[in-house]
Each structure stands twice: as C-alpha cells, then as structure tokens.
C-alpha cells in the first residue's frame, strides 16, 4: 500500500528534519510512532503528536521575535 498522504514539506530540505522533530514529540508523549504505517494509532494519538509539534514551533518563533 503506497503513502496516499496529502502533507507535502514545503521545504524540501526540511523534511528530514521535520520526521526526527515528529518521532521525538511521539517519544515525549508516549506515542508509539512507528516510521511508515502507524494505522494502528487513534487519531487522538497522531492528533496530540501534531499538536505538539504546533505548539513547539509557535514557542520557538515566539522566542526568536522576542529576541531571547
């Protein structure tokens, strides 16, 4: 079964990048995210590992306009 996925990395080169900031905020909340298929999660499992890593970015840009 082929990845039927619609999220594209607008930054190519960020891709790579963007899957080893995904699977450490699966292991920080304990969601076993797998690389490849991960059907077997709840959409509320894959839903707190994207929100997580929404509210990290925004922390981070946050910061960086800030100044600190």
């Known amino acids: 079964m082929g990845n039927n996925s619609s999220n594209k990395t607008n930054v190519p080169e960020a891709k790579s990048a963007m899957n080893k900031f995904k699977m450490e905020v699966?292991?920080?909340l304990g969601v076993?995210?797998?690389d490849g298929y991960n059907g077997n999660l709840t959409s509320a499992q894959n839903g707190s590992v994207g929100g997580?890593?929404?509210?990290k970015m925004i922390e981070a840009q946050e910061k960086q306009m800030?100044?600190?």
């Open 32 to 34: 076993p995210l797998t």
């Open 52 to 55: 997580m890593m929404v509210k």
């Open 66 to 68: 800030s100044g600190k």
């Open 26 to 28: 699966a292991n920080e």
